[in-house]
Structures are given as C-alpha cells and as structure tokens.
C-alpha cells in the first residue's frame, strides 16, 4: 500500500510552495531556478531547496546545461497518487479475505 | 480527470457473512481480533478515542468518530497525509449479517471538519488532475 518513495510524494505536495513550483514547471515546461524565484515568492535557495525535495520524490528531474540547471516537471511520478481508489479497493478487498480467514477460526 | 475537486472518492466493499453481526462486531472492535485481520492496534469503541493502526510500512493515525453497537462504527484514516473516513456498517440478514465498508476521502463538504492535510489535499489532488487534464 505504500512505501518510501510514496510518502515522499505526499509529504513533497503536501507543502502549499513546493505544489506551486510543481504546478508551474506542469504548466510552464523547463524552468531555471532563478526563473522559478522569481515567481515564487521566496528566496532562491529556498526555491532550491524545494526543488531537491521534489526531486527526492521523483517529481522533477534536472538536466545541466553550462552553469544553468534547468528543471522540468516528471508528471509520471503522480500516478500512484492519482490511484488512490485503486490502492485502496485492494488494500480492503484483502483485509476482508483476512477478516474471513478470522471469523473462520473464532468458530473453531 | 476533471472536475474531482468536487468529486468524491469513496472505495466501498461489502460482503454476506454467515455470521450474526454480533461475533463481526468483535472481530472489528477487539484489538486482538482486529490484529488477527487489519493491523495492530490500540483501537478503543469510543466516541473521540484517537488510536494508530501500525503497520511494517507505517502508522495510520485515527480519531473514533461513530459507535453503535453491531450495527455501525466509523473512523477517520489519516495516513501518508490525507486524511479519510473508514465506516463500518452492520445489517442482519436471514444467514448472517452483510458487513459493508466504505473509506471516504476527498469529500468537499468534510474540508470544514478535517482541515490542514486533508483540505490542503483535496485542493491539491483536484487542482492538479484540472492541470494535467488540460494539458493533455
């Protein structure tokens, strides 16, 4: 039902900043970072720093070009998030099996 | 993929048992049962008791939100930062009891009763499959 990486996604778009960078770089294509601080409100090395945690997750990826890093959004890394019911629906399809097996045994 | 911001999203899986609701009952609300078939636990069946249901990949923090004896109970779900409600529900048949479970999440009209994470990601989930429907 979950793992590492997926609480890292959680965790990344659960912060209002990192979503609008991500949103934007959906939006936008490419950007650089003093591209995205420039909107974003906050302060360069703080937009880097999101920018890592997003990447952590697997939601950006980076490709250097010069002195310039350029960062583009890896929508792909959404889909176990837009799953939800998917996951779940599994999740509770085998807890009943197990909650059968149980009832099962609380006859014996 | 439009539009689920108003959308909800509610997985629910229902099954006959050959039980009577009362020995079902049990099987939801003992920890040591409950441990037998969901996870381990510190589950209590009242109203506001908040308890965690661990497992190897982690803890899903919980509030009691409903107890009615073999009938129905219900549970918020928060886990990987969204915030669901799981209900249980009980009704007597003539072999047993059909026990239904229904976990809700992404429910507009809970943002008021379940804000920081879940609404944050309600938002979030709605805002960014809009996007993506649009640019697809």
């Known amino acids: 039902m979950s793992n590492g ?20 770089l959906c939006r936008e294509g490419e950007q650089t970072v003093g591209a995205l601080t420039a ?3 906050v302060s360069q090395p703080a937009v880097s720093k999101h920018l890592g945690v997003l990447k952590r997750a697997g939601l950006v990826s980076e490709r250097r ?3 310039q890093t350029h960062y583009s959004a890896q929508r792909s890394a959404l889909a176990p998030l837009l799953d939800w019911t998917r996951r779940m629906t599994e999740f509770w399809e085998g807890r009943f099996d197990d909650l059968e097996d149980l009832l099962k045994r609380m006859d014996q | 993929m439009t539009n689920v911001a108003t959308e909800t999203r509610s997985v629910v899986v229902e099954r006959e048992m050959p039980y009577p609701p009362e020995k079902l009952w049990r099987a939801l609300t003992q920890p040591h049962l409950l441990e037998g078939w969901l996870m381990k636990n510190d589950f209590s069946p009242a109203v506001e008791h908040r308890f965690k249901f ?22 918020t779900w928060g886990a990987m930062g969204l915030e669901s409600v799981v209900t249980w529900t009980l009704t007597p048949t003539p072999g047993g009891a ?10 507009p009209d809970q943002e008021q009763a379940y804000r920081g994470a879940t609404a944050g990601w309600q938002r979030m989930v709605g805002a960014l499959e809009d996007l993506l429907a649009r640019i697809d």
């Open chain 1, 5 to 24: 990486l997926q609480d890292e996604l959680f965790r990344s778009l659960g912060d209002p900043t990192r979503r609008a960078i991500f949103e934007r």
């Open chain 1, 39 to 41: 909107d974003a409100g």
């Open chain 1, 65 to 67: 070009q010069g002195r």
């Open chain 2, 54 to 75: 661990s497992g190897d990949w982690g803890a899903v923090d919980c509030r009691v939100l409903e107890v009615e004896p073999n009938r129905r109970l219900a549970y």
């Open chain 2, 98 to 107: 059909r026990l239904r479970m229904e976990h809700v999440g992404f429910r």
